[in-house]
Structures are given as structure tokens and as C-alpha cells.
Nanobody, 122 residues
Framework: QVQLVESGGGLVQPGGSLTLSCVAS??????MAWFRQIPGNEREFVAG????????RYGNSVEGRFTISRDNAKNTVYLQMNALKPEDTAVYYC?????????????????WGQGTQVTVSS
């Protein structure tokens, strides 16, 4: 069983930066990813990283602005978000699975955190 706890969300102005953290208990080598969701929409893949950190994927809308990283010694995955836009506003969720590969489909992830709200507004 893996438990995920996200933190770091908040209110930020357009163009600003924010870093999200996700602490995982149980299996530090799992593939982990960030998704985001606004009411009425499906979860959108933001970024993912494999267990050893050498395979990373990004969603098209965040490529070049967001960076995913992990510190396995701290069982933590980070999402550094720069040049934030109002359309980045969403609840951000951390997901994890124990299979090989970084998947963009939310259904491929077995474990989820409770989410953290990110609001980009002036």
C-alpha cells in the first residue's frame, strides 16, 4: 500500500512560480506523476518520472515551464512550476504505480493523493 500526500499549492500571480511536493510512504521506487483537474473535466497529465529519475515525460501544455524531479532518500517528488498562467489553475494530484513506464493515462495509476489547489490569478 502506498500513501501519497501533496503540499505546496496556493495562490500565485500570473508569471509566478510555485513548487509542489508529494511525499510517498511504502515504495520509493514507484513511478510517480502529477495530474491536474478542474471541475467537470478529466484528470490531465502534467508530468511523470520513473523510479530512478532518468525517464521523464511532460504534458504539451506545460513542457518547458514545469520540471518534475524526485529525491528517493526523502520519498518525495517535486513539481517546479514556472511562468504560471491562469489556465494552470486546478487541483493538482500526485499519482503512483509499480509498473515500468511513465504513462499519461490516469487509469494507469493505482494510488492517489488528496490533491492540492493551485490558483493563478492577479
Amino acid at each position: 500500500q502506498v500513501q501519497l500526500v501533496e503540499s505546496g499549492g496556493g495562490l500565485v500571480q500570473p508569471g509566478g512560480s510555485l513548487t509542489l511536493s508529494c511525499v510517498a510512504s511504502g515504495r520509493p521506487s514507484y513511478t510517480m506523476a502529477w495530474f491536474r483537474q478542474i471541475p467537470g473535466n478529466e484528470r490531465e497529465f502534467v508530468a511523470g518520472i520513473n523510479g530512478y529519475g532518468f525517464n521523464r515525460r511532460y504534458g504539451n501544455s506545460v513542457e518547458g515551464r514545469f520540471t518534475i524531479s524526485r529525491d528517493n532518500a526523502k520519498n518525495t517528488v517535486y513539481l517546479q512550476m514556472n511562468a504560471l498562467k491562469p489556465e494552470d489553475t486546478a487541483v493538482y494530484y500526485c499519482g503512483a504505480h509499480g509498473r515500468a513506464g511513465v504513462f499519461s493515462g490516469a487509469k494507469m495509476y493505482d494510488y492517489w493523493g488528496q490533491g492540492t489547489q493551485v490558483t493563478v490569478s492577479s
